[in-house]
């Protein structure tokens, strides 16, 4: 019997500054531990991304644990080394401390208890090394491989930091989508002293801007909070004092619900950049990039499950939330039921990022409690 300490193992993996895409070590410090369980461990690098698959057990269904190792740039000043998984008054200090570093601790630990009761089931964990980049060389492309090789995952749990409050207060059963718009207006450059020989872009921007800005997208959904638009920038870079400017440019983001697609949102800014243009008699350019669509799986008995698991444990009936950013769960969606639940979000992405021992000891009990009940009923 493999008795796996997950607050060890999450220190050993803090301790690889595998800051994206670097992999510094990780996915072989994950692999070391997982290996004497009995699992099969598949290296998949693409690009520069180091991935791991790692599987035991032939027969379905099969349950993934899904994550990434890689990490953000540490950023200002810490209190101890952000690569040192120190513990201090029982809590546990480095970057990938709760984002997510030793939610992949607690996926090995518990599956190593399961796998120790001499339980049965087959359990997947699939990590990345880019998920706080681009994602484009990370879970989408061991899902690819996956399905390359007839492999499917029949359910999934992500651990991503779910909870604001405490461990399992909250289940993610989705996300909003993300749309990126670069706005470029065209007018006509000129001397301020002759305007009318001139076409000044940057009313045009800012009367787009305040149409968009006031429109109302929509008041939320049974699942979903009311979508967001937000311009993140206005970048005209204008140094002369007497020059009306030939182009002005802008960006926005949406974060959007169920009630939209990434083409009803470009008509509806298309639309509103005509009318703009019409009064102006300047040109618009609109660039799209999307980041993820929205996406929810629908509450049932995965989700029952899940929330009984962390009911057995703490106490609590988790709540379902879809707030947030964007996460690998927004590719996993697109080939099996995929929840979130992972550890507290309050330090991710900050200075002096940290989780309290007993919080990953927590976690480890709901996921070891998730597998028993998983493989004992499986869900449809
Ligand atoms: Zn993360």
Redesign the pocket.
């Known amino acids: 019997m493999t008795i796996l300490d997950p607050v060890a193992l999450a220190q050993a993996l803090i301790r690889c500054p595998s800051v994206t895409p670097k992999d510094e070590g990780a996915l072989d410090v994950l692999e070391e531990a997982l290996k004497p369980l009995g699992f099969a461990c598949h290296r998949l690098p693409f690009g520069e991304v180091e991935n791991l698959y790692a599987r035991i057990g032939d027969g379905a269904p099969l349950f993934c644990f899904a994550g990434?190792t890689d990490v953000v740039p540490p950023g200002g000043q810490w209190k101890s080394d952000p690569f040192g998984g120190e513990i201090r008054d029982g809590v546990l200090y480095g970057r990938g401390a709760t984002?997510?570093k030793s939610a992949i601790a607690c996926f090995a630990a518990a599956a190593a208890r399961h796998l120790a009761k001499g339980a049965s089931g087959s359990i997947a964990l699939l990590i990345t090394g880019d998920?706080?980049g681009e994602a484009v060389d990370g879970t989408r492309k061991v899902l690819d491989w996956l399905k390359d090789k007839g492999k499917r995952l029949d359910h999934c749990v992500v651990g991503?930091?779910s909870s604001v409050a405490a461990v399992g207060v909250t289940i993610k059963i989705g996300r909003r989508g993300s749309l990126n718009v670069r706005v470029t207006v065209k007018g006509v450059q000129g001397h301020v002293a002759y305007p009318a020989k001139a076409r000044n872009p940057i009313p045009a921007l800012a009367a787009l801007a305040t149409r968009l800005s006031e429109h109302k997208l929509d008041d939320g959904t049974a699942q979903f909070e009311p979508s967001t638009l937000a311009f993140t920038s206005v970048d005209v870079g204008n140094p002369a004092t007497n020059v009306i400017p030939a182009e002005a440019r802008a960006q926005l983001n949406i974060r959007f619900n169920d009630r939209h697609t990434p083409e009803t949102l470009a008509d509806f800014i298309a639309g509103e950049a005509k009318a703009v243009s019409q009064q102006t008699g300047c040109g618009i350019d609109l660039e799209y990039s999307l980041s993820g669509v929205a996406f929810a799986t629908q509450p049932g008995a995965f989700s029952s499950l899940v929330a009984n698991a962390i009911q057995s444990v703490t106490g609590r009936t988790p709540a379902f939330s879809t707030g947030g950013g964007t996460?690998d769960a927004r590719f996993i969606v697109q080939h099996c039921p995929v929840l979130e639940l992972g550890l507290v979000s309050a330090t991710?992405h900050k200075v002096d990022e940290c989780a309290a021992v007993a919080d990953i000891q927590r976690l480890t009990d709901i996921y070891a409690a998730l597998l028993d009940a998983y493989f004992k009923n499986p869900p449809q």
């Open positions: 990434h984002d997510m998920e706080e991503e930091p996460s991710m």
